[in-house]
């Protein structure tokens, strides 16, 4: 058995490594300076404490990304230096951020031990590669992000680390062949446990779905499907689960090869971004006179975020967690014994809250971050949740989940169609659509994302809009001067929220403009990316005649678009005549 020593190395701290809504992002290149990687591990440690730290067991993988596999052995040498026992690695390094909350609260070791947390490495939806982005981030005991109390630690730490600790003698571990590898250090043995990333999560889906019912819907002649990892860790899952599992052809599968730089494309799974997805469902600039699928979705880099379409046909985030919650409990083996209530983000659209009224459900509106959903399922408040970023779960895990979402929208093509498969044509994804909008009417909505903007210039354009709040009767005349077919805005304010679970309260969390026809502008400024500032305006219309819901959403929120861009003065704030992505 290999006999490790621990050395402790002299460092000194970087500027700006507080973690964001999902844990530290930055470029490769930052990432590669000697001891950066190494303090934030350090930082980490320390703020989670020696008692939590010894003997613990925990995960270590991530999306796959440029500089993955660097960092895994990295991080393994600090664990064993740190008295960490046991490490679990996901073969290849892989493992989606949602198979890392299941294998936190689902898999039991070879010696009966269990998770205690994760390094998940993944810069979620950001590019991979060379000079491209990087990750890290650190899951808790109930497979969910670290909570605000350890990142404030964490960051803390980081600015006054002196020096970290790392095992001298241990080898860099092989991680492409599953079995357990075992060292000796001071304080006894140390193992790295590498083994199937795909197992445990597969189990978890089968224990939640009806395999039976989707597999007859896939196997319809009528039916046909298409999945596009965008090249990221979804990849390692698709094959095994929509092939092996449920019968869907291997030629449904597109870009499922997990790959460091993500294929050279952008893993966000949305329609600026997959393109290749969204020209076979018929919804690019050009119609090709082939007949697009009845179903599509794509995944993002660390697969948690998922896109849902039909044929020629998107389905909003908003409606789509909206529609989950509205057929779960007939469509979804797991929640037939009802749900316990649901949540969605405060820029994601009113959709959510329209459903929970009708079903009379308990309804929660928490901060962007999956964190404050966490707390919520721990506590049994809430069974189905979303965030209008293309992100979707329940409480199996304690992470959104793009696979679980995909299971779902097929879980709700079964229902509906279990006594049509036979028929002329089947229920469809838009069928489904207009069907809920005619039951619970229609949320019109969009979001512009305005990305790598100026700092300064991003926090002015905030300053000035919180500014603006404090005279509605002056908000009210700017916009009968922009629009006079708009709404008034009847209230205002900077979202702040209080937990119901552990009281803690989030200030500053996106500023609102509430009006009168249930319309919303939302501004807030995004914590998932790696250099400068995104500023994300939200914008919303409700509309209940039936006879309206069927407009363009572009035609329908044409008037909220100007209003806000000129009230916000975007363009004289950020220079940007246009946004980088509009979703």
């Known amino acids: 058995m290999v006999m490790f020593k621990v050395s402790r190395v002299e460092t000194t701290p970087f500027d700006g490594q507080k973690p964001g809504t999902s844990g530290l992002r930055k470029k490769v290149k930052v990432f590669k300076q000697p001891h950066y990687l190494e303090n ?16 613990a067991t925990l995960v270590v993988s991530g999306d796959g990304r440029y500089y993955s596999k660097d960092a895994i052995q990295i991080i393994i040498k600090m664990a064993a230096a740190n008295g960490v026992r046991r490490i679990w690695v996901g073969q290849n390094g892989l493992l989606s951020t949602p198979a890392v909350s299941a294998v936190i609260r689902e898999r039991v070791g070879a010696d009966g031990s269990k998770a205690n947390g ?27 992000p670290a909570p605000e109390g350890i990142t404030d630690k964490i960051y803390s730490n980081t600015t006054t680390i002196k020096e970290y600790l790392i095992a001298e003698g241990l ?40 395999f039976q019912s989707i597999q007859k819907l896939i196997s319809s002649p009528k039916f ?40 050279g494309g952008h893993p966000d799974p949305n329609l600026t971004y997959a393109k290749e997805l969204v020209a076979r469902m018929g919804l690019g600039k050009t119609n090709t006179e082939q007949d697009p699928p009845e179903f599509g979705a794509a995944a ?82 809430c069974s189905v949740c979303g965030e209008e970023s293309f992100g979707t779960g329940s409480d199996h895990i304690r ?21 049509n498969l036979g028929g002329e044509k089947l229920v469809s994804v838009e069928d489904i659509v207009r069907q809920h909008w005619s039951t619970y009417g229609r949320h019109y909505y969009t979001r512009y994302d305005y990305e790598n903007v100026d700092a300064g210039k991003a926090k002015e354009l905030m300053t000035y809009l919180v500014k603006l709040q404090s005279s509605l009767p002056e908000v009210n005349n700017i916009i009968k001067g922009i629009r006079s077919d708009v709404s008034k805005v009847v209230n205002a304010d900077e979202f702040e929220y209080k937990d119901p679970v ?12 509430l009006f009168e026809d249930g319309s919303r502008l939302v501004f807030r400024l995004s914590g998932t990316g790696s250099e400068g500032a995104t500023i994300r305006l939200y914008i919303e219309q409700y509309e209940q005649d039936p006879s309206k819901i069927g407009r363009e959403s572009q035609e329908a929120l044409a008037p909220l678009v100007e209003v806000a861009l000129k009230l916000s003065k975007m363009q004289e704030y950020t220079g940007r005549s246009a946004p980088t992505v509009i979703t």
């Not at 998940?120 to 990087?134: M, Q």
């Not at 060292?183 to 978890?204: I, M, R, T």
């Not at 046909?224 to 979804?234: Q, R, W």
């Open 502 to 513: 552990d009281g803690s309260i989030s200030k500053h969390q996106g500023i609102r403009y």
């Open 300 to 381: 993002d880099g660390d697969a948690d975020r998922n896109m849902i379409l039909g044929k020629r046909f998107f389905v909003t985030p908003s409606d789509s967690v909206a529609i989950i919650a509205a057929n779960a409990v007939q469509a979804i083996p797991y929640f037939s014994g009802g749900l316990k209530g649901v949540a969605r983000s405060m820029p994601t659209s009113a959709a959510l809250d329209v459903v929970a009224k009708n079903l009379n459900l308990k309804f929660f509106e928490v901060p962007t971050g999956w964190k404050f959903f966490g707390n919520l399922m721990d506590a049994g408040m």
């Open 399 to 419: 992470e959104k989940d793009g696979i679980w979402a995909v299971l779902a929208w097929l879980s709700i093509l079964a229902y509906k169609n279990k006594d």
């Open 40 to 55: 934030f591990v350090q930082s980490t440690f320390i703020a989670l404490g020696a008692d939590k730290v010894r003997g």
């Open 118 to 144: 994760a390094f998940i490495l993944t810069a979620s939806h950001n590019p991979g590669g060379p000079h491209e982005d990087f990750g890290i981030k650190y899951n808790m005991e109930n497979g969910g």
């Open 171 to 210: 080898p860099d571990v092989d991680i492409s062949t599953t079995g357990i590898t075992s060292f000796a250090g001071p304080e006894g043995q140390f193992d790295v446990d590498v083994f199937d990333s795909a197992n445990d999560y597969v189990k978890l889906m089968k224990s939640i779905f009806d």
């Open 224 to 263: 046909t499907f298409c999945y596009d990892a965008l090249h990221g860790v979804a990849g390692a899952y698709a094959k095994r689960i929509f092939v092996e599992e449920l019968g869907a052809q291997e030629s449904s599968l597109l870009n499922c090869v997990p790959k460091e730089d993500f294929g």
